[in-house]
């Protein structure tokens, strides 16, 4: 980061006002640095919501059935999972602040290609890809986040997540209006990365620069067998449960809703809307809710919002009592991956991109595995015993958060 110096003022101006002046300077650009790293947390969630936007226009244009277009779709978590063991090394070999810009405009362009295929295995070798990258800079902009995060003395990191959630909103409306002016996918990704590459050029010199002291001092190797800092492993578990949460809300909201509520079909996407709807806010007002009750507080009481959301749309069905079970589920999940992740870079004995790595993995793996988790269990019983099993990992994020020593 650039250093600011006002020596020259002493002449003419009073030291005082000189400490003042410095003071203004460098909260106004500590703002900079921080609406830069929104900005990029942005602009993964922008590529992200834009791909999964135009998924059914792309399963039209290749007439894929059902099954195939599941199948292709799985392309993208594989991508993601085979990255995860080197991606801290490459972080830490390059720089967090480096792969995050390089990461963001690959990501961007290969979103592009995305609207290419015009055979089904393009598509699945295209996601696989966009998968593959997205962990790299998935690592580089968390472990960014939390070197900023460094920079303040009060919680920030929910923010940044916020900003990726808004971004979700922001990338639905752009893709009604594309289709509404029937662009195609491709043109529409073409837009989105020249939205990127403007977002990038305006806003990387304010990106933080830092190195790793704990990457620096050890030449680490991330081994899930022989994990330096046993506490990424509880942390890993609560994101786990966090994820497994979030993944059954994004994939089985709406059926939920179509099957279970029998809501109308105008009515159905209301269930999936309302819990985005509060995991956004609730993200935007978690850097206030840490800081006036600390972490412990708020993740012991976002396990219990979690699963007081699932146990309520389980016990009451309809339509009413649904969309407010699914904004408490909502409101529950958005305060416990920035929670988490924060705790994570505060790791001494791991470095950060490692430790994320080490995280996320294990967190990640909910999110890929929870929703098959739902279909199997229901496919055995009924959707409601499966919204009820999940209902258990809120309960788990409380207990762990309150036996376990890991926050304030």
Not at 57 to 71: F, R, T, V, W, Y
Not at 295 to 301: S, T
Request: hydrophobic share 50%; with cysteine; charged share 10%.
């Amino acid at each position: 980061m650039p250093l600011i110096n006002y020596g020259f003022l002493e002449k003419i101006i009073p030291k005082a006002k000189i400490k003042k002046s410095f003071k203004n300077a460098k909260g106004s650009y500590l703002r900079r640095v921080r609406l830069a790293t929104a900005l990029f947390f942005f602009g993964m969630g922008l590529c992200f919501s834009t791909w999964a936007s135009r998924i059914p226009d792309l399963k039209s244009i290749l007439q894929l059935s059902e099954a195939d277009l599941g199948a292709l779709l799985f392309a993208l978590p594989i991508g993601q999972m085979l990255a995860m063991p080197i991606s801290g090394k490459v972080v830490n070999r390059f720089g967090s602040r480096q792969i995050t810009i390089f990461g963001l405009l690959t990501y961007a362009l290969l979103l592009t290609f995305l609207g290419l295929p015009t055979k089904a295995w393009q598509l699945g070798l295209g996601l696989f890809i966009f998968g593959f990258f997205n962990n790299f800079f998935n690592i580089a902009l968390n472990t960014l986040g939390v070197h900023t995060q460094q920079l303040f003395d009060k919680p920030i990191m929910g923010s940044f997540h916020g900003s990726w959630s808004l971004a979700g909103f922001c990338g639905a409306l752009l893709a009604l209006i594309m289709v509404a002016l029937e662009f195609s996918p491709f043109q529409h990704f073409v837009l989105v990365f020249i939205l990127i590459l403007i977002l990038v050029v305006f806003n990387y010199k304010y990106l933080v620069k830092t190195s790793d002291k704990k990457a620096e001092e050890v030449h680490e190797k991330v081994s899930f067998f022989h994990i330096k800092d046993t506490s990424l492993i509880w942390l890993g578990i609560i994101s786990f449960c966090c994820m497994a949460s979030e993944g059954i809300m994004f994939d089985w909201s709406g059926v939920y809703f179509k099957e279970i509520v029998k809501a109308p079909s105008s009515l159905v996407v209301l269930g999936y809307t309302s819990f985005m709807v509060t995991m956004a806010i609730g993200r935007f007002l978690s850097d206030v809710l840490v800081g006036k009750f600390g972490p412990r507080k708020v993740l012991l009481a976002s396990g219990i919002t979690i699963s007081s959301g699932l146990y309520l749309a389980v016990l009451f069905p309809n339509l009413i009592v649904c969309t407010l079970a699914f904004m408490l589920v909502g409101f529950g999940v958005s305060n416990v991956i920035p929670i988490v992740f924060n705790a994570t870079g505060n790791s001494t004995k791991v470095s950060t991109s490692n430790a994320l790595t080490i995280v996320s993995s294990i967190g990640f793996t909910g999110f890929l595995i929870g929703p098959p988790i739902i279909g199997y269990i229901a496919e055995l019983t009924n959707l409601q015993y499966s919204f009820a099993f999940i209902g258990v990992f809120g309960l788990l994020i409380s207990a762990l958060t309150y036996g376990l020593k890991l926050f304030k």
